[in-house]
């Protein structure tokens, strides 16, 4: 089988109370499942394992810091993680020393054709270091998410990104939104654009869960927020939004699931809008628990500013909730007309979608359930990415 290194930060460590998203994960294990050797490197997290074989996959999780206990800058998201603690950012060079080093031990180890690489930075780039000063001959594809592409544009980080783009053999993208930034740092080769996946099987209406309700005391209709509390998520603009709509319907409530780095800020908010009777708070839910909550909720908000792919939209939507989202362009690779639109950045009509789809609920996302099967299934997804990796 054809040996593949998947090299990335954004990988659950499998404790309890992981937030980690799962996409690389399970995209991953369904490569494994078809013919491919998968081998994964990612930093280790406090109390994760170095090493361990789960899935037909081999985990490699290396230290980069003195005690594992405060190995915290990947824990989650490392952007985020510094936000959080500036003190976190003197463990970058350690990270990225041991990283590089660990690059070098495990391709020669594991005897790695191809290193699929996921982020741009800095994954792309110590792959691309590797292979120009230490193996010509390995390919890397390279998978860009978001925020890895659009979340910094100074000039010397561009250079950064064109270099790492240029020495790449291949490279996919989330959507057509990712495909056109790239377009904008002058790169002419070759681009697919790959979604990630949704199961629908996990993510499915039948998994509606009336106990939800009743432990939350919601009696009346249940919106729902799935995302980490940041600023580019917006969640004080939807926030700002829900007074006129509470006014309106008292009996409301709003579940916000996520957690930092806004959470205080956010919580101070609601404090001085008056709405925190309103407001249910669940800072850490895994992602295999999501499902009972988009099945059981009305409602569904996303009011991001920026989004790589939103496939927390499309597991929403998976369930048969109504959404409402923002119109920023990454929405429009998996948009259908049945969803609720509001202008991105305009308060009254965000105010007025919520209003509307109280008042006028239909279950009529039966109609985008095989859409959704068809474009974004495990079998469709996975299929594009082998067809990639075997060549």
Same mark, same amino acid.
């Given at each position: 089988?054809?040996?593949?290194?998947? =090299?990335?930060?954004?990988?659950?460590?499998?404790?309890?109370?992981d937030?980690?998203?799962?996409?690389?994960?399970?995209l991953?294990?369904?490569?494994?499942q078809?013919?491919?050797?998968?081998?994964?490197?990612?930093?280790?997290?406090?109390?994760?394992?170095?090493?361990e074989?789960?899935?037909?996959?081999?985990?490699?999780r290396?230290?980069?810091?003195?005690?594992?206990?405060?190995?915290k800058l990947?824990?989650?998201?490392?952007?985020?993680?510094?936000?959080?603690?500036?003190?976190?950012? =003197?463990?970058?060079?350690?990270?990225?020393?041991?990283?590089?080093?660990s690059?070098?031990?495990?391709?020669?180890?594991?005897?790695?054709?191809?290193?699929?690489?996921?982020?741009l930075?800095?994954?792309?780039?110590?792959?691309?270091?590797?292979?120009?000063?230490?193996?010509?001959?390995?390919?890397?594809?390279?998978?860009?998410?978001?925020?890895?592409i659009?979340?910094?544009?100074?000039?010397?980080?561009?250079?950064i990104?064109?270099? @790492?783009? @240029?020495?790449?053999?291949?490279?996919?993208?989330?959507?057509?939104?990712?495909?056109?930034?790239?377009?904008?740092?002058?790169?002419?080769?070759?681009?697919?654009?790959?979604?990630?996946?949704?199961?629908?099987?996990?993510? *499915?209406?039948?998994?509606?869960?009336?106990?939800?309700?009743?432990?939350?005391?919601?009696?009346?209709?249940?919106? #729902?927020?799935?995302?980490?509390?940041?600023?580019?998520?917006?969640?004080?603009?939807?926030?700002?939004?829900?007074?006129?709509?509470?006014?309106?319907?008292?009996?409301?409530?709003? @579940?916000?699931?996520?957690?930092?780095?806004l959470?205080?800020? #956010?919580?101070?908010?609601?404090?001085?809008? *008056?709405?925190?009777? *309103?407001?249910?708070?669940?800072?850490?839910?895994?992602h295999?628990e999501?499902?009972?909550?988009?099945?059981?909720?009305?409602?569904?908000?996303?009011?991001s500013?920026?989004?790589?792919?939103?496939?927390?939209?499309?597991?929403?939507?998976?369930?048969?909730?109504?959404?409402?989202?923002?119109?920023?362009?990454?929405?429009?690779?998996?948009?259908?007309?049945?969803?609720?639109?509001?202008?991105?950045?305009?308060?009254?009509?965000?105010?007025?979608? #919520?209003?509307?789809?109280?008042k006028?609920?239909?279950?009529?996302?039966? #109609?985008?359930?095989?859409n959704?099967?068809?474009?974004?299934?495990?079998?469709s997804?996975?299929?594009?990415?082998?067809?990639i990796?075997?060549?």
């Amino acid at each position: 089988m054809k040996k593949i290194l998947v =090299f990335t930060s954004t990988f659950p460590s499998f404790k309890q109370g992981d937030a980690t998203p799962p996409f690389v994960y399970e995209l991953s294990q369904r490569l494994a499942q078809q013919w491919l050797d998968i081998i994964v490197l990612t930093p280790r997290v406090p109390w994760s394992k170095k090493y361990e074989f789960k899935d037909n996959m081999k985990i490699y999780r290396y230290p980069y810091f003195f005690k594992s206990s405060r190995e915290k800058l990947n824990d989650e998201a490392i952007l985020p993680n510094i936000k959080k603690n500036k003190r976190l950012i =003197f463990q970058i060079p350690f990270l990225l020393l041991a990283w590089l080093y660990s690059l070098i031990k495990i391709v020669k180890k594991e005897r790695i054709e191809t290193i699929h690489s996921h982020w741009l930075i800095p994954q792309w780039l110590l792959a691309c270091i590797y292979k120009i000063i230490w193996n010509k001959k390995i390919k890397i594809l390279c998978t860009a998410h978001g925020s890895d592409i659009h979340s910094i544009w100074w000039k010397f980080i561009n250079w950064i990104k064109k270099f @790492i783009l @240029i020495n790449s053999d291949h490279i996919t993208v989330v959507s057509n939104y990712l495909k056109d930034e790239i377009r904008k740092l002058g790169i002419t080769k070759s681009i697919d654009v790959i979604s990630m996946w949704v199961d629908t099987d996990k993510f *499915n209406p039948k998994f509606y869960d009336e106990n939800i309700k009743k432990e939350n005391n919601i009696t009346g209709k249940f919106l #729902l927020y799935v995302g980490r509390l940041s600023s580019e998520k917006w969640v004080n603009f939807l926030l700002s939004a829900m007074p006129e709509v509470i006014k309106k319907h008292p009996d409301i409530k709003l @579940i916000l699931i996520g957690s930092w780095p806004l959470e205080d800020q #956010l919580k101070k908010q609601a404090k001085d809008l *008056n709405i925190e009777k *309103n407001l249910i708070w669940k800072w850490r839910i895994n992602h295999d628990e999501l499902a009972p909550y988009f099945a059981t909720a009305d409602i569904f908000i996303l009011p991001s500013l920026k989004e790589g792919m939103p496939v927390i939209l499309i597991e929403a939507l998976s369930c048969w909730i109504n959404c409402i989202v923002s119109d920023i362009k990454q929405n429009l690779d998996v948009i259908w007309k049945e969803w609720k639109i509001f202008k991105n950045g305009d308060f009254y009509s965000l105010e007025n979608q #919520l209003l509307y789809c109280i008042k006028n609920i239909k279950n009529e996302n039966k #109609l985008i359930k095989q859409n959704i099967i068809d474009k974004f299934s495990r079998d469709s997804i996975s299929k594009k990415y082998l067809n990639i990796l075997l060549n």
